[in-house]
């Protein structure tokens, strides 16, 4: 190899990043020692920003496009490096490529429980996940305050960031919202957008990224809590408790029935449970137990009356009984009688009760 053909390699003619990555955001071209020739193609693929920098000054910012690089279209480089005239020697300069597209599929998470003061349940510890998009808006930033000389920067390394400012905002914005807990999963796309909002205000100005998207997958509730809510869905589906334990003894008895070799112990599990239901059907079965009530009161023309006859009191009798007698001549006005309530016996003649039944009485004789 001529010497010629060696300054010649070691010279760089074009400048571009082939990326095949997903996750990638910056990416430093590597130069190796080599020199940017005069007129060098500079090639930005759609999503991609290049950036030059010249001894750790940010220079010139080029969006997607293809460039042959010339003093012209370098101004603050240029200005750098003294070219008041333009430049026809090979330069330095490190050139580092951006990644504007969005990068997907990240995931966020709460490492601890978040607390929560639940209406319905008290205090209350919240787990939750979910998903969210990248992107890169101001390349500037984003070289000044995360990737510094670093030759390679990824989505990778702002997992553990990223996920301590959701986390942050995801916690602030469940205090503000006092959403109940049984209510949340309702409010999964409002809460998700508003989320989204916190944390692009946290790291737009400082860090000149952009989250485009984020989700919130699911909010869980801790496993004990889950499992009586579990038990409480379950006596709701059920209903009638009794009802539902006829048939679970009808199954049990059931599957003993149909497991012949089961032997004595099956028998007697078998035999146990059907005296066990039985029982309850007879329980459910009786009739009710009859509760001592007040006695009611007497029924009009009742068999409350009694009559002094032939010196032996007769009755009861009711007062038809009675009106019968008189007809018949076995009582009359001087005839004793006593009822329910009277203090004593009295003429029946002298009785408002009696005394009706005799009709009017005759006119002396003349």
Avoid at 62 to 91: R, V
Avoid at 187 to 199: F, I, P, S
Avoid at 321 to 343: E, F, K, P, Y
Wanted: with cysteine; proline share 7%; charged share 20%.
């Amino acid at each position: 190899m001529g010497l010629l053909d060696k300054l010649r390699g070691e010279l760089i003619d074009i400048i571009e990043w082939v990326d095949d990555s997903k996750h990638t955001l910056v990416w430093r071209f590597p130069r190796y020692q080599n020199e940017i020739k005069n007129g060098a193609q500079l090639i930005v693929r759609p999503g991609q920003k290049a950036i030059f920098v010249h001894r750790g000054a940010i220079a010139d910012v080029f969006d997607e496009g293809n460039y042959e690089l010339k003093s012209d279209n370098l101004p603050i480089l240029s200005t750098i490096m003294g070219w008041k005239y333009g430049f026809n020697s090979p330069f330095r300069s490190e050139v580092y490529f951006v990644s504007t597209r969005q990068i997907t599929d990240l995931k966020w998470g709460t490492p601890n429980p978040v607390m929560l003061r639940d209406p319905e349940f008290g205090p209350i510890r919240l787990r939750a996940f979910g998903t969210y998009t990248l992107k890169a808006v101001d390349p500037k930033a984003l070289l000044k305050e995360l990737v510094g000389a670093n030759s390679e920067f990824s989505s990778d390394e702002l997992s553990e960031l990223m996920r301590s400012i959701i986390t942050q905002a995801f916690t602030d914005m469940l205090g503000t919202a006092k959403i109940a807990a049984l209510d949340l999963a309702s409010h999964y796309q409002e809460m998700g957008a508003e989320l989204r909002k916190l944390v692009a205000e946290r790291i737009d100005d400082e860090y000149g990224l952009d989250i485009p998207q984020l989700f919130i997958v699911n909010v869980s509730l801790p496993e004990a809590v889950e499992k009586a809510l579990d038990v409480r869905t379950s006596m709701g589906v059920v209903g009638d408790m009794n009802k539902f334990q006829q048939y679970q003894m009808g199954n049990a008895m059931m599957a003993a029935a149909d497991n012949p070799g089961g032997g004595g112990a099956a028998e007697g599990m078998g035999l146990g449970m059907g005296f066990a239901m039985a029982n309850r059907m007879a329980q459910m079965g009786a009739a009710p137990v009859a509760q001592p009530v007040s006695a009611p009161p007497p029924v009009p023309n009742a068999a409350t009356w009694h009559a002094a006859i032939g010196g032996q009191s007769s009755g009861p009798h009711t007062l038809a009984q009675i009106q019968t007698a008189i007809q018949a001549g076995q009582l009359d006005r001087s005839t004793l009688v006593w009822c329910v309530g009277m203090s004593n016996w009295q003429p029946a003649g002298e009785v408002p009760q009696t005394a009706g039944l005799f009709g009017a009485a005759p006119p002396p004789l003349p």
